[in-house]
């Protein structure tokens, strides 16, 4: 039910922000772009920096509260996997703090330091490329984003276009289910077992709900072959703008961000070795690498034209 909840906090909502006026694609590019920057380069400086361009390209497009509470949620469990994963498996290092003896097939167990901050920084990568594509997914239009994608598969757009309108609304039975529950004389069950019954209750309901729509498609004359009829209609944008000027800053940022990503791994101002002994890059390179990026990351708000307040 977590998950359901969740899904009905971070969703696109439209806002008065020039991320929000672009074209869905660009928007999508730009947390793309992003993403891709973070998978990139391993400097944890860099890396930290990205975090940094992420959250503040969120809180300018009124989207912090979204990306924060995600982050709050998913920041402690990831390092703790990816440390925990990374120090039992890689026996890379040579700074070994604890011998736990030999462990059979898995060999001599030696915990390194270098293991640790291996896993500590691939944590970070993950938390930034996850944090991207939240913030793409709470700017781009997911109506206009799949009709987009109707040119390639118009039946795939329909289907991923019912999947994301079903998530909110299962959320949203899950938590009237589990208020009603909780209004019984005997306070219902509770723990796992109300768990269960919630999600018993909500599968059911999505199988109800998946019927009916099915039907009314049906009627409607999709899936009947010879292109799309009907409610076909339905998936054509509404609107056919030319490329404003918001298009053109952020679809140059979403290119200029990994390009200076990779350009910092290639002359060396982004150079991280884990093994055998921790080695960063922390010079003036380095951190003006950090400043460009923010800086590319925030200049495409600078401009708030044309954008209702």
């Known amino acids: 039910?977590?998950?359901?909840?969740?899904?009905?906090?971070?969703?696109?909502?439209?806002?008065?922000?020039?991320?929000?006026?672009?074209?869905?694609?660009?928007?999508?590019?730009?947390?793309?772009?992003?993403?891709?920057?973070?998978?990139?380069?391993?400097?944890?400086?860099?890396?930290?920096?990205?975090?940094?361009?992420?959250?503040?390209?969120?809180?300018?497009?009124?989207?912090?509260?979204?990306?924060?509470?995600?982050?709050?949620?998913?920041?402690?469990?990831?390092?703790?996997?990816?440390?925990?994963?990374?120090?039992?498996?890689?026996?890379?290092?040579?700074?070994?703090?604890?011998?736990?003896?030999?462990?059979?097939?898995?060999?001599?167990?030696?915990?390194?330091?270098?293991?640790?901050?291996?896993?500590?920084?691939?944590?970070?990568?993950?938390?930034?490329?996850?944090?991207?594509?939240?913030?793409?997914?709470?700017?781009?239009?997911?109506?206009?984003?799949?009709?987009?994608?109707?040119?390639?598969?118009?039946?795939?757009?329909?289907?991923?276009?019912?999947?994301?309108?079903?998530?909110?609304?299962?959320?949203?039975?899950?938590?009237?289910?589990?208020?009603?529950?909780?209004c019984r004389p005997d306070g219902g069950p509770r723990g796992t077992r109300a768990r269960l019954a919630i999600l018993r209750a909500t599968i059911a309901g999505a199988l109800d709900r998946a019927l009916d729509v099915a039907a009314v498609l049906e009627t409607r004359g999709y899936g009947a072959g010879g292109g799309a009829r009907g409610g076909g209609a339905a998936l054509d944008p509404a609107r056919a703008a030319a490329r404003s000027r918001h298009d053109l800053a952020f679809s140059a940022a979403a290119v200029a961000i990994p390009a200076l990503a990779l350009l910092s791994r290639v002359d060396g101002a982004a150079s991280f070795h884990a093994y055998p002994l921790v080695s960063i890059a922390a010079g003036p390179a380095t951190f003006a690498t950090v400043v460009l990026l923010i800086a590319a990351t925030l200049l495409p708000f600078a401009d708030r034209r044309g954008i209702e307040p």
Do not use: K
């Open 1 to 182: 039910m977590s998950v359901l909840e969740s899904a009905t906090r971070i969703a696109y909502r439209r806002r008065a922000s020039p991320l929000h006026a672009t074209r869905a694609t660009v928007a999508a590019g730009y947390g793309g772009g992003l993403a891709l920057a973070a998978l990139l380069v391993e400097d944890p400086i860099v890396l930290a920096g990205l975090l940094a361009a992420v959250l503040l390209a969120a809180a300018a497009a009124g989207v912090s509260r979204q990306l924060l509470t995600a982050a709050r949620g998913a920041a402690v469990p990831m390092f703790a996997a990816t440390v925990i994963v990374n120090v039992l498996v890689d026996r890379g290092g040579l700074t070994v703090f604890m011998r736990l003896g030999d462990w059979g097939v898995l060999g001599q167990m030696n915990l390194t330091l270098e293991s640790v901050v291996f896993g500590l920084v691939f944590g970070l990568r993950l938390l930034v490329v996850a944090l991207a594509c939240l913030l793409a997914v709470c700017t781009a239009d997911p109506d206009e984003l799949l009709v987009s994608l109707r040119r390639v598969s118009p039946r795939s757009a329909l289907t991923a276009s019912l999947a994301t309108r079903m998530v909110p609304v299962l959320g949203q039975d899950a938590q009237r289910l589990a208020e009603a529950l909780r």
